[in-house]
């Protein structure tokens, strides 16, 4: 830890310029590509609880029996899988609108027409189409994110790419929000068919971003074969110096975060005794504002730092908020405590977000963005997959305030992992990656 905190020192006092001020980042942030990054974020946030907990809601009143409503939760897989055919949309070049911009309309376009025929889909009288349906709008919305991701990484300049991914995070939780809860209150009172026609009309956005949006600056030449853009995304990553290591990192970077996400709703009900409506309020709700917060702080404050300080102080604020869950562990129920590590947490885990997905962005190939990006982003969620069976374990045999100081412990190789890649982040942050055959 004092070897963190020595090389966070040492890259303050060896600034050689002044960083802009706050005032001029925001003038230079408030152009176009950012509004569409807002919009963006928001159209390939929005499908999502529309396969899953919007959907399993539906089935669960329309009395689908609970066996046939857990086998929906494999709608999702196409999310987890979407690198698989992420090569296609490097390859191809849509007639209309680009390489980028012509897969967003694509996939949208079919978005719509699907989520309107589940509306008028009711499953109890069809479960086996409206299953069909839901694989099929959660394939489309893999896709879109794939195409919505690598228009992100092309579009953006480097000093843009922390905010302009704030922005993303936000509109998607926004996103979330409007095709979970709200739809949820609206199917109550208006019925499913009306909730998903909703749905499908607040998809337009994101047709109207994907048109009025503007072309990436960088237009590098595509793949000539499918072969090739399936081959040539991991022979280019690999190439690089240190590339092993980068994965690595990668793999890291939120290891501490995702082992204590697995348990903190669990924690809070049964380790301390808070009541559902306290989780829903504190937990969710000003979670969710801390955590949108963090991005658009995150975001900005990398203008004015650089990817790799970002990197690092937020790394070891995100660990240091899980010590915050040790504490209250320690001392029991606490309405304040709880409210400010939630806060803290979130705040953390919000800047942490925008300053990694910038990163990852960082890290791409233009010719090869979809492929890396989507593949780059499947390491990521490695740690977060993983980190459910043995957090179950530990807290069994070791209690909670344990846990979340084991928690703590699992941040710190990531971040001694990134004081050794120094030299090698921020050579990407300057957006030397090779954009052409050279």
């Given at each position: 830890?004092?070897?963190?905190?020595?090389?966070?020192?040492e890259c303050d006092?060896?600034?050689?310029?002044?960083?802009?001020?706050?005032?001029?980042i925001?003038?230079?942030l408030?152009n176009?590509?950012?509004?569409?990054?807002?919009m963006?974020?928001?159209?390939?946030g929005?499908?999502l609880?529309?396969?899953?907990?919007?959907?399993q809601?539906?089935?669960?009143?329309a009395?689908?029996?609970?066996?046939?409503?857990?086998?929906f939760?494999?709608?999702?897989?196409?999310?987890?899988?979407k690198?698989?055919?992420?090569?296609?949309?490097?390859?191809?070049v849509?007639p209309?609108?680009?390489?980028?911009?012509?897969?967003?309309?694509?996939?949208?376009?079919?978005?719509?027409?699907?989520?309107?025929?589940?509306?008028y889909?009711?499953?109890?009288?069809a479960?086996?189409?409206?299953?069909?349906?839901?694989?099929?709008?959660?394939f489309?919305?893999a896709?879109q994110?794939?195409a919505?991701?690598a228009?992100r990484?092309?579009?953006?300049?480097p000093?843009e790419?922390?905010?302009?991914?704030?922005?993303?995070?936000?509109?998607?939780?926004?996103?979330?929000?409007?095709s979970?809860?709200?739809?949820?209150?609206?199917?109550?009172?208006?019925g499913?068919?009306?909730?998903y026609?909703?749905?499908?009309?607040l998809?337009?956005?994101?047709?109207v971003?994907?048109v009025?949006?503007?072309e990436?600056?960088?237009q590098?030449?595509?793949p000539?074969?499918?072969?090739?853009?399936?081959?040539q995304?991991f022979?280019?990553?690999l190439a690089?110096?240190?590339?092993?290591?980068?994965?690595?990192?990668?793999?890291?970077?939120?290891a501490?975060?995702?082992?204590?996400g697995?348990l903190?709703?669990?924690?809070?009900?049964?380790?301390l005794?808070?009541?559902?409506?306290d989780?829903?309020?504190?937990?969710?709700?000003?979670?969710?504002?801390?955590?949108?917060?963090?991005?658009?702080?995150?975001?900005?404050?990398?203008?004015r730092?650089?990817l790799?300080?970002?990197?690092l102080?937020?790394?070891?604020?995100?660990?240091?908020?899980?010590?915050?869950?040790m504490?209250l562990?320690?001392?029991g129920?606490?309405?304040a405590?709880?409210m400010?590590?939630?806060?803290m947490?979130?705040?953390?885990?919000?800047?942490?977000t925008a300053?990694?997905?910038?990163?990852?962005?960082?890290?791409?190939?233009h010719?090869?963005?979809?492929?890396?990006?989507?593949l780059?982003?499947?390491?990521s969620?490695?740690?977060?997959?993983?980190?459910?069976?043995?957090?179950?374990?530990?807290v069994?045999?070791?209690?909670w305030?344990q846990?979340?100081?084991?928690?703590?412990?699992?941040?710190i190789?990531g971040?001694?992992l990134?004081?050794?890649?120094?030299?090698?982040i921020?050579?990407y942050?300057?957006?030397?990656?090779?954009?052409s055959?050279?």
């Amino acid at each position: 830890m004092s070897a963190i905190l020595m090389v966070l020192s040492e890259c303050d006092m060896s600034t050689s310029k002044m960083p802009p001020k706050f005032p001029e980042i925001l003038k230079s942030l408030g152009n176009r590509r950012m509004g569409v990054m807002l919009m963006l974020g928001f159209a390939s946030g929005l499908p999502l609880a529309l396969t899953g907990g919007t959907l399993q809601a539906w089935l669960a009143t329309a009395s689908i029996d609970i066996k046939t409503i857990a086998i929906f939760s494999l709608v999702g897989l196409p999310y987890t899988l979407k690198f698989i055919w992420a090569p296609i949309m490097d390859r191809f070049v849509p007639p209309c609108f680009g390489r980028r911009r012509g897969w967003i309309l694509i996939t949208q376009g079919l978005l719509i027409g699907l989520v309107i025929t589940m509306a008028y889909s009711p499953p109890e009288q069809a479960i086996l189409f409206v299953g069909t349906l839901a694989v099929m709008i959660a394939f489309c919305s893999a896709s879109q994110d794939i195409a919505i991701d690598a228009y992100r990484a092309d579009l953006l300049q480097p000093e843009e790419r922390g905010f302009g991914a704030a922005l993303s995070v936000a509109g998607y939780r926004i996103a979330m929000l409007v095709s979970g809860g709200l739809a949820l209150i609206v199917a109550d009172q208006l019925g499913w068919e009306f909730t998903y026609t909703l749905m499908a009309i607040l998809l337009l956005a994101g047709v109207v971003t994907a048109v009025a949006g503007p072309e990436p600056a960088c237009q590098p030449e595509t793949p000539a074969t499918l072969q090739q853009a399936v081959i040539q995304p991991f022979r280019e990553f690999l190439a690089r110096t240190r590339s092993v290591w980068i994965i690595i990192f990668i793999i890291l970077y939120k290891a501490g975060d995702a082992l204590a996400g697995t348990l903190t709703t669990a924690f809070l009900i049964r380790g301390l005794d808070f009541s559902l409506t306290d989780v829903g309020i504190i937990n969710k709700w000003l979670g969710l504002a801390a955590l949108l917060l963090g991005a658009m702080a995150g975001g900005t404050m990398m203008v004015r730092f650089g990817l790799y300080k970002c990197l690092l102080w937020f790394g070891l604020l995100q660990a240091l908020t899980n010590l915050g869950f040790m504490l209250l562990a320690l001392a029991g129920k606490n309405y304040a405590g709880m409210m400010i590590v939630i806060a803290m947490e979130n705040l953390a885990g919000g800047m942490g977000t925008a300053v990694f997905v910038a990163l990852l962005i960082a890290l791409c190939d233009h010719r090869y963005t979809a492929t890396q990006y989507a593949l780059l982003s499947a390491l990521s969620a490695i740690a977060r997959v993983f980190a459910g069976p043995p957090s179950g374990v530990l807290v069994e045999l070791l209690g909670w305030a344990q846990f979340f100081l084991i928690t703590f412990i699992a941040a710190i190789p990531g971040l001694l992992l990134l004081l050794w890649l120094r030299e090698t982040i921020e050579h990407y942050h300057n957006d030397q990656v090779a954009i052409s055959g050279s």
